[in-house]
């Protein structure tokens, strides 16, 4: 069933509330395990080496990647959304186009910048001295085994 431009307009102001809502959550959950490989802390907890690599590895590579994702195909949903209009004026394509260049200008701010952030990551944990009796280090709790 064909929309009428308006429709698409909302659909449009819509899309881009929810995907930059979602984009902004995401950032705030990236930021906190950056922190914690950063820091060697996960809240009040001290996080030995090991673990700041997993976090690294196993929670901050995918939610950068998630992220990136997730504002390409808000992107894609953007640049769509003219085709559910019927006739489509040529204004209407437009502001979908330019409206979809700042997800399409994250993401790539999220794959280009992520690698870069990753290497510096990396590169601290490589450097950084082990701490010892962490709360998570089951090797620090007195268990031998």
Known sequence: MPSTPVTV???LLTAFWAG?????????????????????????????????????RSDWV?????????????GVIMVSLPQLAMPTPDVLRNICWIAALV????????VVYGVSEYRYLSGLLAEAPP???????????GDAA
């Open 103 to 110: 997800p399409f200008s994250g993401a790539g701010y999220f």
């Open 9 to 11: 307009v909302f659909a």
């Open 62 to 74: 995918p939610l950068r990647l998630a992220l990136g994702l997730v504002s390409a195909m808000l």
């Open 20 to 56: 930059t809502s979602a984009v902004l959550s995401g950032m705030k959950l990236l930021a906190e395990r950056r922190d914690a490989v950063v820091t060697g802390k996960l809240g009040p907890a001290d996080i030995d080496l090991v673990d700041r690599g997993r976090i690294l």
């Open 131 to 141: 701490k010892q009796g962490s709360e998570f280090d089951s090797r620090s709790s």
